[in-house]
């Protein structure tokens, strides 16, 4: 079974410029997480979806941040403009959706590490 | 806010030493979670402890869930530099819509098992 495919692996940006990262999960897994995980430091949740509604993004800073999941699969993370301190892994992760949280086990993908000069 | 806290944040041992990581909260869990990341790599689930009390093995890896469902513990007998990583705690709940598949992350232990 396919993980979690997510691209780049890395980004090298300046300050105020864009940048998109790209996450397909696992086929067949309702839920999709956006986490960001700055060195040193445990992954933050930004947002969830479900199917392609979102359940939850109150912690994404949507003055700069962006995520999408148009069709319920692959799903679109923007940052415009960055900030120095948006740099960071940016990982995706899936589950299937149903269940308790001790059985909707997450799947992380490899991640995207950001780097803003 | 359900925060979870690890320590200590970095260990540094020689292979065959034993090892305990903990992993406290304020807040009661229904369950709580440990993942050991590597680096380049995601999290990845190592195992679940849901009820009061409970220990878990998982060969060399031993983990325990205290009786309050406030703290767990995990322990590694005669480490490996393959254990080397990140150790993560995580429970569920913490955002704002009360989804409780959503996941609160501990900042980590680094673990570094030297030859």
């Known amino acids: 079974e396919a993980g979690v495919a997510q691209s780049p692996r890395y980004k090298i940006i300046e300050k105020r410029q864009s940048v998109a990262f790209w996450c397909n999960p696992i086929s067949g897994h309702a839920t999709l997480y956006w986490y960001q995980q700055i060195l040193g430091q445990g992954p933050k949740l930004l947002i969830q979806f479900q199917n392609n509604g979102v359940v939850d993004d109150s912690q994404l800073p949507k003055d700069r941040f962006s995520a999408e999941r148009l069709k319920g699969v692959d799903s679109t993370l923007k940052i415009q403009p960055a900030k120095l301190e948006d740099s960071a892994v940016y990982l995706c992760?899936?589950?299937?959706?149903?269940?308790?949280?001790?059985?909707?086990?997450?799947?992380f993908g490899p991640g995207t590490r950001l780097t803003v000069l | 806010t359900q925060l979870l806290e690890q320590s200590p944040q970095f260990l540094s041992i020689q292979e065959g030493e034993n090892l305990t990581v903990y992993c406290n909260s304020s807040?009661?869990?229904?369950?709580l979670q440990w993942y050991r990341q590597e680096p380049g790599e995601g999290p990845v689930l190592l195992v679940t402890?849901?009820?009061?009390?409970e220990v878990k093995k998982l060969k060399r890896l031993t983990f325990q869930f205290g009786d309050a469902r406030k703290d767990s513990s995990l322990h590694i007998t005669a480490a490996q530099p393959g254990d080397t990583g990140l150790y993560l705690c995580?429970?569920?709940?913490?955002?704002?819509?009360?989804?409780?598949?959503?996941?609160?992350f501990g900042s980590g232990t680094q673990l570094t098992v030297l030859p």
């Open positions: 992760a899936s589950s299937i959706g149903t269940g308790g949280p001790s059985t909707d086990t997450q799947y």
């Open positions: 995580a429970g569920p709940g913490g955002g704002s819509s009360g989804s409780a598949r959503q996941l609160t």
């Open positions: 807040s009661v869990f229904s369950s």
């Open positions: 402890v849901v009820t009061g009390g």
